[in-house]
């Protein structure tokens, strides 16, 4: 099929990707091309959500590429400006629902810049140790998901298998397995439950030994090399240009982490490798999340070995909701739960950006306040967007059945792309 | 918490040495150094030529741009760019002031072709058009959709 042979039955869009890249390419009229034009998506078990690619192959070659999305556009960012700065935490859960313990924190972290408020050490503590276990279960999720793309359907129930054990402290803590919204404005919205400790440790104990067992499942595996070496090159000069972050960056041979080089939550006081490849290929970013795996082990492991006794919220009365015991017994701490609940806080007149290193690279939060009680406006810069960006770069000239394994390897959520 | 400093004369004379004040000596209109954070603003038609010159400074990567609605005041829109160096390890934001009738940016997908995500989605919620991007459409909104979600005289609910 030609792509002008029957337009009326083209989906809207497509015909304006293959005019352009008919000029692009060919200098030509579409019509006059040997491409056609192929739809993925937005409902293809390898997008990863609901992502839709316009496709434009020449043969098996992918000639251009263009992704387009919007399906999940929930218009999170008005919402949050129409809450209470603490009610927009449980929105942040919702834009990347694999991490949403690094929303929180990277939300959390914005406010409480804006505010000026000092958080104690234990919950700094514990917010590392939750996101470093969010951060391996998020890889697990990724890993799952691309080896079952390549065909390599095993892992996928082996990594749940971890996850699962992960979900379930969370839910020990929080009280919720995925939209977590434990981090408060001011600390941890309670103190986690006695057992979880032992559990966090018998967890990480087990972990490296399981990482090893995904690792020998695939790393030696012919079919798995053979689908990931080579492909979807991306040079560290346009990995930088069209902002690519996280370990597609790293894996191009770029050494940056923002935990390491610009620390936020007390990140400078615990010790870890950023492993790094200059293959820039999907193999390269394999190996790059599979190492980072270990060294996030490494970090929960100092994070709770490290966890200081002492509150686990900030000591500021008028921001931080009292405990229990405290509003039920003393008056001042019932007015301030009242005027909290019913009227929010107002945060000082600025603008800040806090920028996280999530599993999937820079998530950043642009918070505004005008001086009331509700953000003036709240904008977040996830790392998924920008990488998507690069996709074509990746495929361009690379045979069809590449690009999933180009997908599987940049770990898109589609929620935050849409928010 | 390093004292914040207000106004552009203030920033010049105690950061001399910092790259971006350095480099955006002659474009600064106004600057502002909050909470650690440095923000400098530079004329609309200027924000091409600031951002080569912040690039050249050692501002290698372009993390983020957005709009904020000041609605009623005027101008009524202000962009923020964040772009942070690698080698440095620091991070500076451009602010560009825009008027509400017929707002118009130059667009920087020239300098950093990561923008051009960011540009449409700004021209999608917020109506901000960006000359010289190479593919301005809808991203977010359908193709078809009315108005501009993200602009502060659209209702929450949205019109009904």
């Known amino acids: ?419 | 918490m390093a004292e914040p400093l207000l106004t552009l004369e203030a920033v010049r004379e105690n950061m001399p040495e910092n790259a971006a004040v350095v480099a955006l000596a002659d474009l600064a209109t106004k600057a502002k150094f909050d909470r650690n954070e440095l923000t400098i603003t530079v004329a609309a038609e200027n924000i091409v030529p600031a951002c080569q010159a912040v690039q050249s400074a050692g501002y290698n990567f372009f993390e983020d741009v957005t709009a904020v609605d000041w609605l009623p005041n005027e101008p009524r829109f202000v962009l923020a760019y964040h772009i942070v160096s690698h080698k440095l390890k620091e991070r500076v934001r451009l602010a560009v002031e825009v008027s509400g009738d017929d707002p118009v940016v130059p667009s920087i997908t020239g300098v950093w072709p990561s923008a051009n995500f960011y540009e449409r989605e700004i021209f999608d919620l917020f109506g901000i058009r960006f000359a010289g991007h190479p593919r301005l459409t809808r991203i977010m909104m359908p193709i078809d959709w009315e108005g501009h979600p993200l602009r502060k005289d659209y209702p929450v609910e949205g019109y009904r």
């Open chain 1, 1 to 419: 099929m030609t792509p002008t042979a029957a337009p009326d039955m083209l989906i809207p869009g497509v015909e304006d990707v293959v005019e352009d890249s008919a000029r692009q390419h060919h200098g030509s009229d579409p019509a006059e091309d040997h491409t056609m034009v192929l739809n993925m998506g937005p409902q293809h078990p390898s997008t990863h959500g609901v992502l839709r690619l316009v496709l434009e192959i020449d043969g098996e070659t992918v000639v251009s590429c263009a992704p387009d999305i919007g399906y999940l556009h929930t218009g999170i960012e008005k919402t949050c400006e129409a809450k209470f700065y603490q009610q927009v935490v449980p929105l942040t859960d919702r834009i990347d629902y694999l991490c949403p313990m690094t929303n929180n924190l990277t939300y959390c972290l914005a406010v409480e810049k804006l505010i000026g408020l000092e958080i104690p050490e234990r919950a700094v503590y514990l917010r590392v140790l939750l996101n470093e276990l969010t951060r391996i279960q998020s890889h697990l999720v990724w890993l799952g998901t691309h080896a079952m793309d390549i065909g390599a359907l095993t892992v996928f129930l082996y990594c749940f298998r971890e996850r699962e054990e992960i979900l379930r402290i969370f839910e020990a803590v929080a009280g919720q397995r995925m939209m977590t919204s434990y981090f408060r404005i001011g600390g941890l919205s309670m103190e986690p439950p006695i057992d979880f400790y032992k559990r966090v440790q018998n967890f990480l104990n087990i972990m490296p030994e399981k990482i090893r067992e995904y690792e020998n499942l695939l790393t030696g595996n012919p079919i798995w090399m053979g689908r990931l070496k080579g492909v979807g090159y991306l040079s560290p000069e346009d990995a930088i240009a069209l902002g690519v972050t996280g370990p597609p960056l790293r894996a191009s041979g770029v050494d940056w982490d923002l935990r390491r080089d610009m620390p936020f939550s007390g990140y400078e006081k615990f010790k870890f490798r950023v492993p790094v490849s200059n293959d820039g290929d999907v193999w390269a970013r394999y190996t790059v999340r599979m190492e980072e795996m270990y060294e996030s082990v490494k970090i929960a492991q100092q994070a709770l070995d490290g966890i200081p006794e002492g509150p686990i919220t900030a000591d500021a009365p008028k921001i931080v909701l009292p405990g229990r015991e405290q509003m039920k017994t003393q008056m001042e701490s019932l007015i301030h739960h009242f005027k909290i609940v019913t009227e929010g806080f107002a945060v000082p007149a600025g603008q800040v950006y806090q920028a996280v290193e999530s599993p999937r690279g820079e998530m950043g939060y642009y918070v505004v306040s005008d001086g009331t009680a509700k953000p003036y406006r709240v904008h977040m810069r996830n790392p998924s967007y920008a990488t998507l960006q690069a996709l074509e770069t990746m495929c361009k000239g690379k045979l069809l059945a590449d690009v999933v394994a180009v997908i599987g390897s940049i770990d898109i959520v589609l929620g935050e792309i849409d928010r």
